[in-house]
């Protein structure tokens, strides 16, 4: 077998999380084909984002509205990998709306 780098840990965040585990899942398919051995997907807390905004412009401080942006995050460990693996993950297309950070070591 091929030597190639020892391990890839891949992060995925989205604000939808069907979405994410789309991508996760391609992610996956593609890396065990190539015949890594994928540990995930793990899932990570859910960041929460919230905003308070007056209703009014000028006046009515009590009225008020709460919006919330949630970020789901997954996380892929891919062990001995070759270089068909780092191949076929750069070759992948994933869906828009999908934050990706790769770390070789």
């Not at 391609?26 to 051995?37: M, Y």
Request: aromatic content about 4%; overall charge positive.
């Amino acid at each position: 077998m091929e030597s190639g780098v020892k391990g890839i840990r891949i992060r995925l965040s989205a604000f939808d999380h069907i979405v994410l585990d789309e991508a996760a899942a391609k992610i996956l398919e593609t890396a065990e084909r190539s015949g890594a051995i994928v540990h995930g997907p793990i899932p990570l807390p859910t960041k929460i984002r919230k905003f308070t905004v007056n209703r009014s412009t000028f006046k009515h401080k009590d009225a008020r509205d709460q919006f919330e942006m949630r970020t789901h995050r997954r996380l892929i460990d891919l062990a001995e990998t070759t270089f068909k693996t780092i191949e076929s993950l750069q070759s992948l297309s994933l869906p828009s709306g999908v934050d990706i950070e790769i770390k070789m070591g």
